[in-house]
């Protein structure tokens, strides 16, 4: 089987990957030199602690599966079994961290309930003030920047796969097959339209204007090296508000009885934070969803965040070394995976993971490859 692959960010990278490893040739094709989008622009987390049950957590579970085991082929991807902390104050927020241990999938999530001292213990760089912590021992981290690279470099070692940067697809020949904006055709016999957040010019022709899915813009930031190791990932109690698996009278309680600060509430914000392999910490981050976005960062949000990591480490951050924004695919009925469709003979789009992308590419496009009957 032919494969064509339109897009090199995580996902259609992804898709490449199940195609090659499944003895097929593929064509990816992106327009860039390198995917620009909201694949690099993440923390690189394989997030499974916030995932609604069902569906979405299996996903999740999955991909945190897959992921390990590419990272052992791929040390590049930096894939480390990191876990995550949630640092928690108060009754409210204690109240709705225990509600989540009590999940009857707490087990398969690896949810915990430590006291500060059992946190610092596993996390030393936890020297704030909390009164609990929820640990996610499932949850993971890869290098964001980097990711992409390593797995084409690995792909590249494939006779069967051929990447095509420097072009964008403009129309649809026949049956699987797409012309680029060079003449080409690149004929399959199938073809996945990985595109992220481009929804508009062929997607839109495609796909039809009632794609259900919407894009989102947001803002993060990386400071310098920490100057010590942050063992997890870690969250604020703003993650609960934000994250389907922590739905519960608690959190409704929590709500009521503690609002989000008002930048938070403004820009929509929790705090999520990991650590590079060069030991700065990716820091965010912010939701916009009403069009048209705003072309500037602002920097209220990130004064906000600041405050709560210094509170969590109970010390100065680092220098902020860089700041900027992404903005990715989201379906509208947020509680779907993802939204893959047949827009002509043999061509589907793969779009609108949202905030899952980078942690349940590896299981999407191993749905999308036994749906198809690679």
Avoid at 126 to 135: I, T, V
Wanted: proline residues 6%; hydrophobic residues 40%; charged residues 25%.
């Amino acid at each position: 089987m032919r494969v064509i692959v339109v897009g090199a960010g995580v996902m259609g990278t992804m898709h490449a990957w199940q195609a090659v490893q499944r003895g097929h040739q593929v064509v990816q094709i992106e327009r860039e030199a390198e995917a620009r989008g909201a694949s690099l622009r993440n923390f690189g987390q394989i997030w499974v602690s916030g995932r609604a049950g069902g569906e979405e957590l299996e996903t999740a579970l999955r991909a945190r599966e897959l992921w390990e085991e590419i990272g052992r082929r791929v040390p590049g991807l930096g894939f480390r079994a990191n876990g995550s902390l949630t640092p928690v104050r108060g009754d409210l927020e204690l109240a709705v961290a225990e509600a989540a241990v009590a999940r009857p999938d707490a087990a398969a999530r690896g949810y915990k309930l430590l006291t500060p001292s059992e946190a610092r213990a596993v996390n030393p760089a936890l020297r704030g003030e909390f009164d609990a912590a929820l640990h996610c021992e499932r949850d993971a981290a890869v290098e964001p920047r980097t990711a992409q690279l390593a797995l084409r470099e690995e792909l590249l070692k494939s006779p069967n796969y051929t990447f095509l940067p420097g072009r964008e697809v403009r129309d649809v020949v026949g049956a699987a097959g797409v012309r680029d904006d060079h003449g080409d055709v690149h004929q399959g016999d199938v073809v996945v339209l990985c595109t992220g957040a481009w929804l508009g010019g062929l997607v839109r022709e495609l796909a039809g204007p009632d794609l259900p899915v919407r894009r989102v813009r947001l803002q993060m930031m990386q400071t310098d090296p920490l100057g010590e190791p942050l063992t997890t990932s870690v969250a604020d109690a703003d993650s609960f508000r934000y994250y389907p698996a922590y739905a519960s009278p608690e959190l409704d309680a929590l709500n009521a009885g503690r609002p989000q600060a008002q930048t938070a509430s403004e820009n929509k914000m929790q705090l999520l934070m990991v650590q590079r392999a060069d030991g700065g910490l990716t820091i965010g981050d912010t939701h916009e969803y009403e069009h048209p976005f705003a072309f500037d960062t602002v920097e209220d949000p990130y004064d906000h965040l600041v405050g709560v990591v210094e509170s969590f480490l109970g010390r100065p951050l680092p220098k902020i070394r860089r700041r900027w924004a992404g903005v990715y695919a989201q379906c509208t009925d947020t509680s779907r995976v993802v939204h893959r469709q047949q827009v002509s003979d043999g061509v589907w789009l793969v779009t609108g993971p949202g905030g899952r992308g980078m942690t349940c590419s590896p299981a999407m496009a191993e749905t999308t490859a036994n749906e198809l009957g690679w």
